[in-house]
């Protein structure tokens, strides 16, 4: 039996290479790249204060993180951080910046705080650990029920959601009028049916959903102005939606977003689904308590239910209860090399 090549080969790099550690997982196939190791402290006293930090002093790490070679154009990453309002600051990282909610993310961060420990709280009566997270959004309450040491049942209890304009229409190049709802989950959405465009929500169709997501990105956002009750670094339009049947006949529909500059979310999206959830109820088709199933793009799932109702600013607004799954992919220790010129980042798509 020959000896596997590198069994005991070690590499130190030189001392002046930054190195970052991250641990990778994926939650119904969407990334999430978790900065572990190689930050220096973020100074601030909120989740806010420590983004525009990280933006504004340490985005060329977000850059060689998400991008290529170590990324790709749909790669997603999470800085997580002790926080003084909550268990957990934690923001979000993207190919084109920085994201307000991640519903995905909060799902991987839940199981991954509580498999590793970083969260030690009790569990409740029921035998759900709870941990809150700060995200620039607000707060997100999420639980999980630990068997054998490991994290099932994971939900979270999102920011409030609400319908922020509904029954527009705007002309859209190429696609011509097309009739929109915004709605918000911790990030604005514009919500469209797919199939009156042509569109099936199917991955062989990607490259035209990339394509009819940012025309209408770009055309909502040249028309309407979208401003946050409170928080003006939240008023932006941050991805589009496009809904329709589901594929298997008891899951409630399927839908697709097309985020940042033309992420592709392979999961059902968290925040997608609580706006959804807001739109769905202001309709009548929502109770509350009632629970619908949500495909993915790659069929993976995620449950989202009206858990409350209140009022927020001027909107009438729902608290989303949104489930699913994640899974670990992988651990790496990345170098940034200050010689190599493909190695501070680049995009191809």
């Not at 999102?158 to 922020?164: A, I, L």
Request: aromatic residues 8%; charged residues 20%.
């Amino acid at each position: 039996m020959s000896t596997p090549l590198f069994s005991d080969w070690h590499h130190e790099p030189p001392a002046h290479w930054q190195q970052l550690q991250t641990l990778d997982m994926h939650t119904g196939g969407e990334p999430l790249r978790v900065i572990t190791a190689g930050l220096p402290e973020l100074p601030g006293a909120g989740v806010l204060d420590k983004r525009r930090y990280f933006s504004h002093e340490l985005d060329h790490l977000r850059r060689a993180l998400m991008w290529e070679p170590r990324g790709h154009a749909d790669m997603y990453g999470a800085v997580l951080t002790r926080s003084q309002s909550a268990d957990f600051d934690v923001f979000f990282l993207h190919n084109e910046g920085y994201s307000t909610m991640c519903g995905h993310a909060i799902i991987a961060l839940t199981k991954l705080v509580l498999e590793t420990g970083l969260h030690r709280g009790a569990p409740d009566a029921q035998g759900l650990h709870h941990i809150s997270f700060q995200v620039p959004a607000g707060r997100v309450e999420a639980s999980a029920r630990l068997v054998d040491g490991l994290a099932q049942q994971i939900r979270f209890v999102n920011v409030p959601s609400f319908v922020y304009l509904a029954g527009q229409r705007v002309e859209v190049e190429g696609l011509g009028v097309v009739r929109f709802d915004i709605a918000y989950g911790g990030a604005f959405y514009a919500l469209v049916e797919a199939a009156p465009l042509g569109l099936q929500l199917l991955p062989e169709q990607q490259s035209r959903l990339i394509d009819a997501g940012r025309r209408i990105k770009q055309a909502v956002m040249a028309a309407l102005p979208i401003q946050h009750p409170f928080e003006p670094e939240l008023g932006f339009l941050y991805g589009t939606i496009f809904t329709g049947p589901a594929q298997h006949p008891a899951h409630h529909s399927r839908n697709v977003c097309i985020f940042a500059d033309g992420e592709v979310d392979r999961s059902p999206t968290g925040s997608g689904v609580s706006a959804r959830a807001a739109l769905h109820h202001a309709r009548g088709e929502l109770a509350l308590g009632e629970t619908l199933c949500i495909e993915s793009i790659l069929g993976s799932l995620m449950t989202v239910r009206v858990a409350a109702t209140e009022t927020f600013g001027p909107h009438a607004a729902v608290r989303p209860e949104v489930g699913g799954s994640a899974h670990y992919t992988g651990r790496h220790r990345f170098y940034l090399d200050p010689d190599d010129p493909q190695g501070a980042g680049f995009l191809l798509r």
